[in-house]
Nanobody
Framework: QVQLVESGGGLVQPGGSLRLSCAAS????????MGWYRQPPGKERELVATITSSGSANYADSVKGRFTISRDNAKKTVYLQMNSLKLEDTAVYYC??????????????WGQGTLVTVSS
């Protein structure tokens, strides 16, 4: 079974930092684009950042200069370093990945979500 497992969420004060991790596991031949999305309370899911297999990153305007996405292809893991956190960054953060399975099928998969709460 192919899946994404996230970790690193929690409670942080405004101005603080957190690092999220997301590891892909299962019968995977390769991982292509990976990314992070978030769903604030009462709102729709939105893009935070994406990164290609070659390391090209794209960010939502709201997080540019504060968040950094990176990946370790050997570990099939994507990270999100979040600095200078604001109250409005409070959300459930979801990892997303496009993978090629060992049977050469294309799948887009999602993690279970990890809650980030920014509060004083």
């Amino acid at each position: 079974q192919v899946q994404l497992v996230e970790s690193g969420g929690g409670l942080v004060q405004p101005g603080g930092s957190l690092r999220l991790s997301c590891a892909a596991s299962g019968s995977i031949f390769s991982t292509n684009a990976m990314g992070w999305y978030r769903q604030p309370p009462g709102k729709e899911r939105e893009l935070v950042a994406t990164i290609t297999s070659s390391g090209s990153a794209n960010y939502a305007d709201s997080v540019k200069g504060r968040f950094t996405i990176s990946r370790d292809n050997a570990k099939k893991t994507v990270y999100l370093q979040m600095n200078s956190l604001k109250l409005e960054d409070t959300a459930v953060y979801y990892c997303n990945a496009a993978v090629i399975t060992s049977h050469f099928s294309y799948l887009e998969i999602w993690g279970q979500g990890t809650l980030v709460t920014v509060s004083s």
